[in-house]
């Protein structure tokens, strides 16, 4: 069975500072992992993904990951962070597209 | 390209009663996921659709069931409502198949509220 473990349930950090979200993962088959982020009443939007190849993953609004089998790690990673980035972030792996096992979540607060 | 509709939005029901949700995937997308979110349990998965038939079904009661129609549209069903079924019900479509099936698209979610 696969599981996911986000090591930090809240993440305060003020502005302009990196941040980094961490992730574990146990699975006994090959994964697709990705990274979503939820704003308040919304759903989640892919910020990136993981599927094979080079382990530094690139998404969108400037955050990255990088894959790590030894470790079964998948830390979300941001230089520098906008008040716009506050929102709770979410781990996922997966055999296939459409069934997902997800984190517990981490709030990042970014604070000016 | 339009995204996952979901609908309704917001719903109150009361208890004992039932509910039918409904969302729209992304055109041309066949598989339809859905997400259960509460505070206390995070996010579960409930069930997947695959041209028209059920091919995942997670650790949740008979109570909760759905469908899945030709045109991919997905409907999801709890009978019996309970307080502790108040959550945010998550849609997710994918291709459903071959090798770009590696992401799964997200609807905005129905608020369900059990009183």
């Known amino acids: 069975a696969q599981s996911v473990t986000q090591l930090d349930s809240q993440v305060p950090v003020f502005e302009e500072a990196p941040v980094e979200l961490r992730c574990n993962y146990s699975s006994s088959v090959s994964v697709y992992l990705f990274w979503y982020v939820q704003y308040p009443n919304q759903g989640l939007q892919l910020l990136l993904k993981y599927l094979s190849g080079s382990t530094l993953v690139k998404g969108i609004n400037g955050f990255e990951a990088e894959f790590n089998k030894s470790q079964t790690s998948f830390h979300l990673r941001k230089p520098s962070v906008h008040i716009s980035d506050t929102a709770e972030y979410f781990c996922?792996?997966?055999?296939?597209?459409?069934?997902?096992?997800f984190g517990a979540g981490t709030i990042l607060r970014v604070k000016s | 390209k339009a995204g996952v509709t979901q609908t309704p939005r917001y719903l109150i029901k009361t208890r004992g009663q039932q509910v039918t949700l409904s969302c729209s995937p992304i055109s041309g997308h066949r598989s339809v996921s859905w997400y259960q979110q509460t505070p206390g349990q995070g996010l579960q998965f409930l069930f997947e659709?695959?041209?028209?038939?059920?091919?995942n079904k997670g650790n949740f009661p008979g109570r909760f069931s759905g469908r899945q129609f030709s045109n991919s549209r997905s409907e999801m069903n709890v009978s019996t409502l309970e307080l502790g079924d108040s959550a945010l019900y998550l849609c997710?479509?994918?291709?459903?198949?071959?090798?770009?099936?590696?992401?799964?698209?997200f609807g905005q979610g129905t608020r369900l509220t059990v009183v």
């Open positions: 997710a479509s994918s291709l459903g198949q071959g090798e770009l099936n590696t992401e799964a698209f």
């Open positions: 659709y695959f041209s028209e038939t059920q091919r």
């Open positions: 996922a792996v997966s055999e296939y597209g459409n069934k997902l096992v």
